[in-house]
């Protein structure tokens, strides 16, 4: 724990919510134009209340005291991204470190989705979970989509078997269909850090990294909002060396968002910088580790 911050929480007396709060700007400066910086912050000190209560206080509040440097810099992380803090948008998952719990931050599929959608070149996009008493069936080359047959009266769909996703274009194409059956996702988690821990979310929610595999594999194959964005800039760079004047952009518009590349496998961010904000990124790291 940096001296600033723990001087901080025993000033306040009111533990990470008050950090949150405090740090509130230095969030807003890199959350995307769309985003109210107001909601994000309360959503974001309402995630700590959420899960398992130790005494008075939940194990994430308890793990944003014993590190609030590893905590501020996961909520940086969805800031950044525009992702809502605590939902299956970004995980805020309790880890034991050296015996004792921190936050880490990981990206959900939700999340990867939601930054597809910004790019703006899909309509949609289908990830499911296939179950032993499911019937699907897809013969890549052959059928443009698969087919999911699910049988809704049953009352038991049996394991995990397979997770696909694919999206659909916004001019009606199909994207490459992503198929991940057990034995990837066995390889997927063993890659994982902490994936055997009691807190992590492939033991409390293994359908939902299931799908977050194979939403992750297809974001390789349809454009990332970190794409759109660079198409735009070359474009507008291109106009603007033949001299025409072009009108400016929205600052709703989808350009504005700081895009991504791609995530490990730990849900870590591996590229985010579309839009140079390293300035603003280090200002506030620096505040976190108490000016050192």
């Known amino acids: 724990m940096t001296e600033k911050i723990g ?9 990470p919510a008050a950090m949150v709060k ?16 107001e909601q994000w912050v309360r959503l974001a000190q309402g995630a700590l209340k959420k899960g398992k209560r130790i005494g008075d206080r939940t194990e994430l509040e308890i793990a944003a005291s014993n590190n609030p440097g590893v905590f501020l810099s996961s909520l940086l ?4 991204l525009g992702l809502e803090p605590g939902t299956e948008q970004y995980y805020l998952t309790p880890r034991k470190v ?30 499911e979970c296939v179950y032993v008493n499911d019937h699907f069936q897809y013969r890549p080359g052959r ?27 916004k001019d009606g194409a199909t994207s490459k269909v992503v198929v991940l059956n057990a034995a990837a996702i066995r ?34 194959w349809v ?8 198409e735009q800039l070359r474009a507008v760079r291109d106009v603007a060396a033949e001299g025409i004047t072009t009108p400016r952009i929205p600052d709703d518009a989808p350009v504005d968002v700081t895009g ?6 730990d849900g870590h961010v591996v590229d985010a910088e579309v839009v140079d904000r390293s300035d603003e990124q280090a200002e506030l790291e620096h505040d976190i580790n108490g000016g050192n």
């Open 187 to 220: 390889t997927i988690k063993g890659s994982a850090q902490g994936a055997d821990s009691q807190y992590s979310p492939w033991q409390t929610n293994e359908p939902a990294m299931w799908l977050k595999s194979a939403v992750r594999q297809l974001a390789k």
């Open 98 to 127: 050296k015996g004792q719990l921190e936050i880490l931050g990981i990206v959900g599929y939700q999340g990867l989705i939601e930054l597809m959608y910004r790019a703006g070149a899909i309509s949609s996009v289908v990830a």
């Open 143 to 169: 059928d443009e989509k698969p087919v999911h047959e699910i049988d809704w009266d049953a009352e038991d769909r049996g394991k995990l078997r397979l997770v696909y996703a694919y999206a659909v274009m």
């Open 22 to 37: 405090q740090y509130s700007q230095d969030f807003s400066s890199v959350l995307p134009s769309h985003i109210k910086p």
């Open 77 to 80: 992380d969805a800031a950044r």
């Open 260 to 265: 991504w590349i791609e995530v490990d496998d």
């Open 223 to 230: 454009p990332t909002s970190a794409e759109y964005m660079r």
């Open 7 to 15: 001087a901080a929480i025993a000033k306040t007396g009111t533990g």
